[in-house]
């Protein structure tokens, strides 16, 4: 499956984003997908990830009540809503899909957990 990310941009802190990723390809696999981050400097870390169903979502715990991800099967794409940005939320934003070990595994928050990868979208949020 290929991953397009969009939606990054230059916000305020305390502002709102909303990133977006379509696939193409073929349809998302019925593992979770979910979000990733990486800052200038540090290595990718794990935002945010959504069952197929869209049942089951789980956070990091540096975005938990801030940040919501959502899917849309029908449209063949992922949403993360970004509320109440702070500085330290700027980094590359990257959507990642085929995580192949969830289910059955409950949850999966390891970069190594999933087999495909958009490019990345840019979220800068200014003090």
């Known amino acids: 499956v290929q991953l397009q990310a969009s939606g990054g941009g230059l916000v305020q802190a305390g502002g709102s984003l909303r990133l977006s990723c379509e696939a193409s390809?073929?349809?998302?696999?019925?593992?979770?997908i979910g979000w990733f981050r990486q800052a200038p400097g540090k290595e990718r870390e794990f935002v945010a990830a959504i069952s197929w169903s869209g049942g089951l979502t789980y956070y990091a715990d540096s975005v938990k009540g801030r940040f919501t991800i959502s899917r849309d099967n029908a449209k063949n794409t992922m949403y993360l809503q970004m509320n109440s940005l702070k500085p330290e939320d700027t980094a590359v934003y990257y959507c990642?899909?085929?995580?192949?070990?969830?289910?059955?595994?409950?949850?999966?928050?390891?970069?190594?957990?999933?087999?495909?990868w958009g490019l990345g979208t840019l979220v800068t949020v200014s003090s």
């Open positions: 390809g073929r349809t998302f696999s019925r593992y979770h």
């Open positions: 990642a899909a085929d995580g192949a070990s969830c289910p059955p595994a409950p949850e999966c928050r390891e970069a190594s957990d999933f087999g495909s």
